[in-house]
């Protein structure tokens, strides 16, 4: 044990030898994962409370876009939340953003929660975009309203590898394989498709106030400092302002802002337009509507939508003390996850709220694209992030995700893995040696580094 730990230090030497100070965490510096924004609470509702320094008009504000984020849609012409579909994936925002966490993996192809997927043919739009596929668009609706056909229905089957750790321990990992069946026309040629689960909504306005100069200075395209990682910024196309910038949001970063990719969501998961998206997501597609009444919510709804993910708060850390986790914390650094999961920014001012602004969070993300390896990859390019590529997850929240999700946890982009140590497993690509370095952990200190994810 002793000698182990000593040549985990000759490795994090190597590793870490010429890391900038800031990332040399104090024990508890981290308790206020969110700052000023962070709640304190281990319940189900861990993920639904208002950012804690919300003013009185804010969290006025707050509650009605709590409703806005719960709202069911029904089939038009309703007069209070009509518009769903024709097609779409599921009839509010919380079925699949449970509790504000992350979707459980379906049990069948009935219903597949908060999994959908997204598709594409070989090429680029005008804007860098993934080229839509013809007759499906950029994703696979797979319900419909009355008298309409969803474009098809999913099915998978789980593939399994065994992974062994220095002591001899070993886990099983599986992971699904996707195919559609059903199809409404047929599925064209080389048709690419992208799973992705819905991920936890907090502490989304802190990630978007962070400054585009840190999210910059943390990229090492050509990995100059020959450290084995090489992070990227994804850059995508802004509706609004109709330019290209850095992309946050989404498993491959693909959405550059909340309102944008909420207006993405109404119109791709639940089929109703709005500013953004004003043309149904099944326009030019045999089972579109012709109904003139788009879009089908208005401004106010769809900022309400995207404020709701902007004002929760963060959940303070718990145990910050346990010896344990703090052995944990300083492995997670020394074998090198936080050279992807980024611990700390300052952020700097929001365009909109000041609530946001100037808070020193720790998200445990760089928001770069990182090439994962074969295991992990979709093969599906989303503007410039390639089918290797996914934006590193924030890990705030993740000790509670059984708290707020229920006993069943789905970690990674298509939910594949069901605990934390699966999901490290996974990794591979750039963080391949991170990965190795945990599987030559003795079983106490992986469990210490689990114990430090399971405090955050
Ligand atoms: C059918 C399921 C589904 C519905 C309905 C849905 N989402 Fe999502 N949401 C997802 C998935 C899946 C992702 C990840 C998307 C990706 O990687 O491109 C996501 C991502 C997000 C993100 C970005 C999270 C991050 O960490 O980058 C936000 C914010 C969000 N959704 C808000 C909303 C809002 C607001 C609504 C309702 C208007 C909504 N979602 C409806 C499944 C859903
Ligand atoms: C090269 C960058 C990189 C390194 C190094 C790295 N990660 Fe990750 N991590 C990622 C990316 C990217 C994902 C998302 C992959 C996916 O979903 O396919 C991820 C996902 C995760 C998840 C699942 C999060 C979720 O919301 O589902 C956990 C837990 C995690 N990493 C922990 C670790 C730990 C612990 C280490 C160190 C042993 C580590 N990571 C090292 C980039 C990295
Ligand atoms: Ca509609
Ligand atoms: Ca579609
Ligand atoms: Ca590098």
Redesign the pocket.
């Known amino acids: 044990m002793k000698r182990h730990f000593f040549l985990l230090m000759l490795i994090s030497t190597i590793l870490v030898g010429c890391k900038p100070d800031e990332d040399i965490l104090l024990e508890d510096e981290d308790l206020n994962l969110g700052g000023a924004t962070s709640i304190s609470g281990t319940y189900i509702q861990a993920f639904q409370q208002p950012a804690a320094n919300l003013s009185t008009a804010e969290l006025d504000l707050h509650r009605e876009a709590d409703k806005a984020?719960g709202d069911i849609f029904v089939t038009a012409p309703n007069t209070i939340n009509g518009g769903l579909g024709p097609i779409f994936?599921?009839n509010?925002?919380e079925?699949?953003?449970v509790s504000n966490g992350r979707s459980p993996f379906p049990t069948d192809g009935n219903d597949l929660r908060?999994l959908?997927f997204?598709l594409s043919i070989e090429g680029i739009g005008s804007h860098g975009e993934p080229l839509a596929a013809p007759n499906y668009g950029g994703q696979l609706q797979t319900k419909a309203t009355f008298g309409k056909t969803p474009e098809a229905q999913l099915t998978w089957y789980e593939v399994e590898e065994i992974k062994t750790f220095i002591d001899g321990e070993q886990i099983t990992l599986s992971k699904p394989v996707f195919s559609i069946v059903n199809p409404y026309l047929p599925i064209p040629p080389n048709m690419m498709m992208s799973p992705?689960?819905?991920?936890p909504?907090i502490g989304?306005g802190l990630l978007e106030a962070i400054r585009e100069s840190d999210i910059l200075a943390l990229a090492d395209p050509d990995d100059a400092d020959n450290n084995g990682i090489s992070g990227k910024v994804n850059r995508v196309w802004d509706v609004k302002n109709q330019q290209t910038t850095v992309g946050r949001?989404?498993?491959?970063a693909?959405q550059p802002n909340?309102l944008q990719?909420?207006a993405a969501?109404?119109n791709q998961?639940?089929g109703i337009t709005n500013p953004y998206f004003a043309q149904e997501n099944s326009y030019g597609q045999t089972q579109g509507d012709a109904l003139a009444d788009d879009p089908e919510i208005d401004d106010i709804t769809l900022k309400a939508?995207?404020f709701?993910?902007q004002s929760l708060g963060v959940p303070q850390r718990r145990n910050t003390t346990d010896p344990s986790i703090i052995s944990g914390k300083e492995l997670f650094m020394q074998i090198g996850c936080g050279n992807c999961h980024h611990p700390k920014f300052i952020t700097g001012q929001h365009s909109e709220y000041a609530f946001l602004s100037n808070q020193k969070i720790y998200p445990y993300t760089d928001l770069l694209l990182h090439d994962m390896g074969e295991g992990l990859a979709d093969n599906r390019p989303d503007f410039e992030a390639n089918g290797n590529e996914w934006r590193t997850p924030p890990l705030w929240g993740l000790g509670l995700t059984k708290t707020v999700g229920g006993q069943q946890a789905n970690y990674l982009h298509d939910g594949r893995a069901k605990t934390l140590q699966e999901a490290i497993m996974w990794h591979g690509g750039e963080a391949e040696n991170s990965k190795e370095n945990f599987s030559n952990l003795s079983k106490t200190e992986r469990e210490a580094v689990i114990k430090f994810l399971e405090s955050l």
Not at 196 to 199: D, G, V
Not at 249 to 252: D, E, L, V
């Open positions: 984020f994936n599921q509010a925002c079925n699949c953003h908060g959908l997204r992705r689960m819905a991920p909504v989304l949001f989404g498993w491959k693909g909340l990719q909420s969501a109404y998961d639940m939508a995207a709701y993910a």
